[in-house]
């Protein structure tokens, strides 16, 4: 079957620039969790969707946001973009039943 | 959330099986172990998982303690192709608290 796709894999902004991604999960997985990746803090948790609400949220700011649509593709948003948003960003699909989670390659965000 | 604590680096011989620990100490009743690896930066692999008994696959096996504070994740005959960072977690599947993980050094 095929994997979590995620777009683009890579992106280049300018700071204060805003950013959409956008992760099409494993046909059947229902809820998608979305990570930030940078060397200093390692793979954070950003947000969780399960059929179109948002279940968990860590601990990032406002100007993080998400959405998922009712084919379960789910989209996350970074507005006014700093350098520090410069990470690899991570969609993880999950079959809730069988309690796995699958990760995407990921996007590489670059903050200029 | 559970916190993990694993070593930041181990060694093995390309053959030989690889044994990856992990302490999860606060792990609670309803969380799973997981194990997922790394590699340049791509998209964390899954492994396994597991809730209280023993699993195996094709890739791994996941030993449990009786009590849950700990797990062994074992690849049986590690190749260069498992250098990585091996990362256990103990946590829901919906929202995964990553640690800095295991540094795995496969040498021929």
């Known amino acids: 079957k095929a994997g979590v796709t995620q777009t683009p894999r890579y992106l280049i902004k300018t700071r204060g620039q805003q950013v959409t991604l956008s992760c099409s999960p494993i046909?059947?997985?229902?809820?998608v969790s979305w990570y930030q990746q940078t060397p200093g803090q390692g793979l954070q948790f950003l947000f969780e969707?399960?059929?179109?609400?948002?279940?968990n949220k860590g601990n990032f700011p406002g100007r993080f946001s998400g959405r998922q649509f009712s084919n379960s593709r789910s989209e996350m948003n970074v507005s006014t973009l700093e350098l520090g948003d410069s990470a690899l960003y991570l969609c993880?699909?999950?079959?809730?039943?069988?309690?796995?989670?699958?990760f995407g390659q990921g996007t590489r965000l670059t903050v200029v | 959330d559970a916190k993990t604590t694993q070593p930041p680096s181990m060694d093995c011989a390309e053959g030989r099986a690889a044994n990856l620990p992990c302490n999860h100490s606060?792990?609670?009743?309803?969380?799973?172990v997981y194990w997922y690896r790394q590699i340049h930066s791509q998209g964390p692999q899954y492994i396994i998982h597991?809730?209280?008994n023993n699993e195996t696959n094709e890739m791994a096996s996941l030993i449990i303690t009786e009590d849950r504070k700990s797990s062994t994740l074992i690849l049986p005959h590690a190749t260069l192709r498992d250098t990585a960072v091996y990362y256990c977690?103990?946590?829901?599947?919906?929202?995964?608290?990553f640690g800095s993980g295991t540094k795995l050094n496969v040498k021929p």
């Open positions: 046909s059947g997985h229902r809820s």
């Open positions: 977690i103990g946590d829901n599947f919906n929202k995964f608290y």
């Open positions: 969707y399960f059929s179109e609400t948002q279940r």
């Open positions: 597991g809730l209280k």
């Open positions: 606060t792990i609670s009743g309803n969380e799973y």
């Open positions: 993880a699909s999950i079959d809730v039943e069988l309690t796995e989670a699958f």
